[in-house]
């Protein structure tokens, strides 16, 4: 069965670097997200992707994250200028169409470490 | 902005017992979908109801989605060691692109 998978599983940085987290979503599938879930607290999300631009972003979306698809295959989030704020899991996920009903397809997640 | 809250946070249950989270949203939604999350894993879709009052059963899981569309419940019937993680709730808005999350319901098994 097809999956999202992303690199790298832990990501250990300084506050202030740049870090780039990486996603390869289902082959056929249209629909990119980001989401973030700090330890122990719920999954917020961070912005939606379609058609090589954003189509929604959350409040915690601000200037410091951007997203890219590069070659049609990778789906990457960048923050220019980690915080210690910014550690938490960050997961991709990826959707078929553009109806609500379709499922998302979680990848197993980023842990980035911001020290 | 449009919230989902889910209770309780957490619940302890003796295996064999039952277990019930529930969700509510500020404003209704287009549908609603649950995952579950095992420890140190990541969400995991298990279902999705989009008709108002809908009920549908997997084994010994039973989701609902209310008349108003505002809020749903999952019921697990007989609690097994397998069933441990926390249960989340999402609902769309209806824009279709943003998935709005509960808090989560962290089932924990007793000893």
């Keep these: 069965e097809p999956e999202v998978t992303q690199t790298p599983s832990?990501?250990?940085?300084?506050?202030?670097?740049?870090?780039?987290?990486?996603?390869?979503?289902?082959?056929?599938?249209?629909?990119?997200?980001?989401?973030?879930?700090?330890?122990?607290q719920k999954v917020e999300f961070l912005v939606s992707f379609y058609n090589n631009e954003i189509s929604e972003k959350s409040e915690i979306f601000d200037d410091q994250f951007s997203v890219e698809r590069p070659?049609?295959?990778?789906?990457t989030l960048k923050i220019r200028s980690t915080k210690l704020e910014d550690s938490a899991m960050y997961f991709c996920a990826s959707k078929l169409r553009t109806t609500s009903t379709d499922t998302q397809y979680f990848g197993p997640g980023t842990r980035l470490t911001v020290l | 902005g449009q919230q989902v809250m889910q209770i309780p946070?957490?619940?302890?249950?003796?295996?064999?017992?039952?277990?019930?989270?529930?969700?509510?949203?500020s404003t209704t939604l287009s549908n609603i979908q649950w995952y579950k999350q095992r420890p140190g894993g990541h969400p995991v879709f298990l279902i999705q109801?989009?008709?108002?009052?809908?009920?549908?059963?997997?084994?010994?899981?039973?989701?609902?989605?209310?008349?108003?569309k505002k809020?749903?419940?999952?019921?697990?019937?007989?609690?097994?060691?397998t069933d441990v993680g926390t249960y989340f709730c999402a609902g769309y808005r209806h824009s279709n692109y943003q998935l709005i999350w509960g808090a989560g319901t962290k089932l924990i098994i007793k000893p």
């Design chain 1, 10 to 40: 832990h990501q250990v940085t300084q506050m202030g670097q740049e870090v780039i987290l990486r996603c390869v979503p289902i082959s056929n599938h249209l629909y990119f997200y980001w989401y973030r879930q700090i330890l122990g």
């Design chain 1, 71 to 75: 070659d049609g295959s990778n789906f």
């Design chain 2, 9 to 25: 946070q957490y619940q302890h249950v003796q295996e064999g017992e039952d277990f019930t989270t529930y969700c509510n949203s």
């Design chain 2, 71 to 81: 809020n749903s419940s999952l019921h697990i019937t007989a609690t097994q060691t």
């Design chain 2, 49 to 68: 109801l989009v008709k108002s009052g809908e009920v549908k059963k997997q084994k010994r899981l039973t989701f609902q989605f209310g008349e108003a």
